[in-house]
């Protein structure tokens, strides 16, 4: 359902996009100041949303033109505040639904029929599309900048709310990890090197295609795509990847061996764009032998045994500090951070799956056997050992415990309020006529200069 809305979303803005490019004798449904809302983009919006059975919340001829309307109440604020949001800001995310849409729908050649555009012109759509995203949220940002919610304001908040209504918190776990990376051969990584440099020749030699010998043998995602990862900054990019990707300037030659975290790559660059950049490569991992996870098991169960009988007063934190190679956690006493909620709070199905199974039997305060895992960022295998540190049962949002998801809570509450609020205000100094036909729904909000 989220790719479905996301791509209703995108399509139906799209829509909007070439009906106001080619539908200049259209009728007109709605005026709002002086930017028209045809009838054609309400109903080509009403269309994709039937096509993607996304459910719509009312009548489709009441509520797609009056959110077309608020969109363009805060696209004029923004041309009044005179906001503009950068370029690489726009072309980021427009590249980032591009590459949603093709790992989704399979291909370029699917994104494009089911777009029915070659992929150019919808790139250049969308640049519009999210600009005027992007201008939108600026505009709700400055408005509600300075809403900030005490623990008072929390409290008097949390107290009017029925307690059959307070929102679930499922059940949450804090834990701490100890990892190892087992030792890979020498000879491992040299025959990994020397299969690379094959590859490379054989493309620096016309005798196979990057893309081709991506597919067949690298081990990243991205070889269903020829190897290609779409166009990406260089923070989106591993550091090692970026410096060896944007030193590229032949489209014909191949990088050099990289080696990152995830593995060694050899780069082809595609195209640069300002800041960004397209590549496509080839990673193979070195391969682990079951002998050195073996030794790294080994090593961890002793430690394990070590914290255990607090031999020298060892706990879990220091040897987390000491021995663990998880560079996220080994610094803060072991504790892995969601990288979901910036918190040290799990739910069970944001863990990494092989920690998920070995914490849900676990009761607090115990400590794992070890186990081997994938480590999510590199797709290597590591062994880890886990301490459950807390658990935290599903239950209502209680103020004690709970407090920054109340707080959180009363300040959406609190933004809507204020957007609501100005958008009342805004139509009392902005034109809107509605045309006959279009007038009999219970809108959200009150519209004025009705003619």
């Excluded at 809107?432 to 009999?440: A, K, T």
């Amino acid at each position: 359902m989220k790719f479905k809305t996301l791509l209703w979303c995108l399509l139906s803005t799209v829509a909007l996009s070439m009906s106001a490019q080619n539908n200049v004798a259209e009728e007109v449904a709605w005026v709002v100041g002086d930017e028209p809302i045809f009838k054609s983009d309400i109903e080509e919006q009403y269309q994709q949303a039937l096509y993607e059975r996304i459910p719509i919340d009312g009548n489709p001829y009441c509520v797609i033109p009056e959110r077309m309307a608020v969109e363009k109440l805060f696209l004029h604020q923004a041309k009044i505040d005179t906001v503009e949001v950068s370029n690489s800001t726009v072309m980021q995310s427009v590249e980032s639904r591009i590459n949603y849409f093709i790992a989704n729908l399979g291909s370029k050649e699917k994104v494009e029929e089911y777009f029915r555009k070659p992929l150019p012109e919808l790139r250049e759509q969308l640049i519009d599309v999210v600009r005027d995203q992007y201008t939108i949220q600026e505009v709700q940002r400055k408005l509600t900048k300075n809403i900030k919610a005490t623990p008072a304001d929390v409290r008097r908040y949390f107290n009017t709310l029925p307690k059959d209504s307070l929102p679930m918190i499922p059940q949450q776990v804090e834990v701490k990890i100890i990892t190892i990376n087992p030792v890979i051969p020498q000879q491992e990584i040299d025959d990994v090197k020397a299969r690379l440099r094959d590859y490379s020749q054989k493309v620096n030699n016309g005798e196979s295609e990057f893309s081709t010998l991506a597919i067949l043998y690298s081990e990243d995602g991205s070889s269903t795509y020829g190897g290609e990862v779409g166009f990406r900054g260089k923070a989106e990019l591993l550091p090692e990847y970026a410096a060896a990707a944007f030193n590229l300037n032949d489209t014909k030659r191949v990088s050099k061996i990289v080696e990152t975290e995830a593995g060694f790559h050899i780069i082809q660059l595609i195209e640069k764009r300002g800041d960004r950049i397209n590549t496509r490569h080839i990673l193979l991992r070195p391969k682990v032998a079951q002998k050195d996870i073996d030794d790294a098991q080994l090593k961890l169960d002793s430690l394990r045994t070590d914290i255990l009988a607090a031999k020298n007063n060892l706990t879990f934190e220091q040897a987390a500090l000491y021995v663990s190679q998880d560079k996220d956690s080994k610094n803060n006493n072991g504790v892995m951070l969601n990288e979901k909620t910036h918190s040290n709070l799990f739910e069970m199905a944001d863990l990494p799956s092989e920690v998920g199974k070995v914490v849900a039997t676990m009761k607090e305060g115990e400590i794992s056997k070890p186990f081997v895992m994938m480590n999510p960022k590199t797709n290597r295998q590591q062994v880890a050992i886990v301490k459950l540190s807390k658990r935290n049962e599903a239950h209502r949002a209680d103020f004690a415990d709970d407090y920054q998801v109340l707080k959180e809570l009363y300040e959406g509450y609190k933004r809507e309020e204020t957007l609501k609020k100005w958008i009342e205000e805004k139509q009392k100094s902005t034109y809107v006529f509605i045309e006959e036909g279009w007038r009999n729904c219970e809108f959200k909000y009150k519209w004025l200069n009705i003619k």
